[in-house]
């Protein structure tokens, strides 16, 4: 059963950092690629990085560009997001996502979330 286990989310002041961290269970994790979403209060769900199932290549929202950097860890099943130079704009709920494919057919796994909260 694939199970997403997202971690590392707190208060920090603007300026700072903090480091999520998604341990994956239940499938072939060396074969996905994963993403990190957030959703703010008040807004839509937004993509914010995602990164190819051998880690070579990346892809970031315009407004996480240059602070943002994600990577995984294939022997640990675990995928990252370290947040650097954080924003006030920054504050959301943070998702690890993977779609898993079974008989061709694709579905969404989800981690439970972790709170991110930017503020002096």
């Known amino acids: 059963q694939v199970q997403l286990v997202d971690s590392g989310g707190g208060l920090v002041q603007p300026g700072g950092s903090l480091r999520l961290s998604c341990a994956a269970s239940?499938?072939?994790?060396?074969?996905?690629?994963m993403n990190w979403y957030r959703r703010a209060p008040g807004k839509e769900r937004e993509l914010v990085a995602t990164?190819?199932?051998?880690?070579?290549?990346?892809n970031y929202a315009d407004s996480v560009k240059g602070r943002f950097t994600i990577s995984r860890d294939n022997a640990k099943n675990t995928v990252y997001l370290q947040m650097n130079s954080l924003k006030p704009e920054d504050t959301a709920v943070y998702y690890c996502n993977v779609r898993y494919y079974s008989y061709g057919l694709g579905r969404d796994y989800w981690g439970q979330g972790t709170q991110v909260t930017v503020s002096s």
């Open positions: 239940g499938f072939s994790f060396s074969s996905y690629a």
């Open positions: 990164i190819t199932s051998g880690g070579d290549s990346t």
